[in-house]
């Protein structure tokens, strides 16, 4: 027997992850000085001061020794910016790191997962790696999640998890919370749903939004990785109902967050007024890109998040290559579950970054 024989088919069904493509790669590939990269949602304007000031000043004797598997700093950080009881929360090693773990609580092999499309593409790989049935449910034209839909599909179906991404990547639209509430209120005693709000903190709303939704079955979560620019410390943190909690906590890691992570995330969550000024900017240059890129004939959507999701007058691979070519990367979503292929996700990045998206951007449609 080949040791690639034990692998579990789930696994071996599955296509190899494709990274996008890195800024050192583009530069390489075209020969260009100047490369610009619009496409993992990630935040131009860096981390907070006081963060990056905790990290450095961490006690190098420490490292040899296991983290906190509660770190209280942090959760009493949580609750604060939250609003969120720290006797109710999690946290992991990102936001995918938590999605992990309900996974491992929740769903068996041939069990049945819940998505509107289209989000998110890490679900659908934990999915996969799961061996979960997917069933995928159309939004609304405006990208919301169709809530009739969802509740024929949860008594037709019967998934064990609904996962709701709000503001939802790609398409950058945030649920009302009137319809999250209708479909954790359908769903209970049904199935848990799991509502994503990586892109929280850039949506109207502020970080209470949802403090309300108290039922059993419903699980929030966040991360440090987009408002509070921290993606290379991995944190991620949820709220959860108290009898779920208890179950979680028995299939976690048992030392999810590293002490490094732990104690710049803390100092991130209460500069308040380092987060104001990441967001503001985001939303200033969000509204000023999207009017551009509408006047140069692109469709661009709403969005609550950090990025814009767009139309192309041609098809996005051809888009996304051309705005390569001229250094400028941006994603690319046709391949997408539930997308179109003229549809592409672009980042915001600093004034700058974004002139430049723009000039290329113009240059490729009047090419
Ligand atoms: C909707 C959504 N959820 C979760 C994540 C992952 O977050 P983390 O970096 O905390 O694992 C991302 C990252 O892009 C995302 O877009």
């Excluded at 992850?17 to 075209?30: A, I, L």
């Excluded at 992991?92 to 938590?98: C, N």
């Excluded at 954790?184 to 850039?202: L, N, P, R, S």
């Amino acid at each position: 027997m080949r040791t690639v024989d034990l692998v579990r088919d789930c696994i071996k069904r599955m296509e190899p992850y494709k990274p996008g493509k890195s800024v050192e790669y583009v530069k390489r590939k075209y020969g260009l000085k100047k490369v610009v990269k619009l496409a993992s949602n990630e935040n131009p304007y860096g981390p907070s001061p006081k963060a990056v000031k905790a990290l450095k000043s961490v006690d190098p004797t420490k490292l040899s020794v296991y983290p906190e598997t509660f770190p209280e700093p942090l959760l009493e950080a949580i609750e604060e910016h939250t609003g969120w009881e720290k006797e109710k929360v999690v946290v992991g090693a990102g936001l995918d790191g938590i999605l992990e773990t309900t996974f491992r609580v929740l769903v068996s092999e041939g069990d049945k997962v819940l998505l509107p499309v289209p989000t998110y593409p890490y679900y659908h790989t934990i999915m996969s790696v799961f061996g979960a049935k997917g069933v995928f449910v159309e939004r609304n034209s405006d990208f919301s999640v169709n809530v009739e839909s969802v509740f024929e599909s949860v008594d037709r179906e019967r998934p064990k998890l609904v996962v709701i991404c709000s503001p939802n990547n790609p398409t950058g639209n945030a649920e009302r919370k009137d319809d999250v509430r209708a479909i954790v209120e359908f769903c209970e005693g049904k199935c848990v749903v799991f509502i994503d709000e990586a892109y929280g903190e850039f949506a109207d709303y502020d970080g209470k939004s949802l403090k309300d939704i108290e039922e059993e079955n419903v699980i929030i979560g966040r991360t440090l990785s987009k408002a509070f620019a921290l993606a290379s410390l991995r944190v991620g943190y949820a709220v959860m109902g108290e009898e779920l909690r208890k179950e979680y906590l028995k299939a976690t890691t048992p030392f999810p967050v590293t002490t490094p992570s732990y104690i710049a995330a803390s100092e991130a969550l209460r500069d308040r007024e380092h987060l104001n000024f990441v967001v503001k900017s985001i939303v200033e240059e969000k509204n000023r890109v999207s009017k551009e890129l509408e006047k140069m004939g692109l469709k661009v959507y709403d969005s609550s998040a950090n990025f814009v999701f767009a139309e192309t007058p041609m098809k996005a691979k051809y888009f996304v290559e051309e705005l390569m070519k001229r250094g400028v990367i941006v994603r690319d979503c046709s391949a997408f579950c539930g997308c179109r292929e003229n549809q592409v996700r672009i980042s915001i990045g600093r004034k700058e970054d974004n002139d430049f998206l723009l000039e290329v951007v113009r240059d490729v449609l009047s090419f």
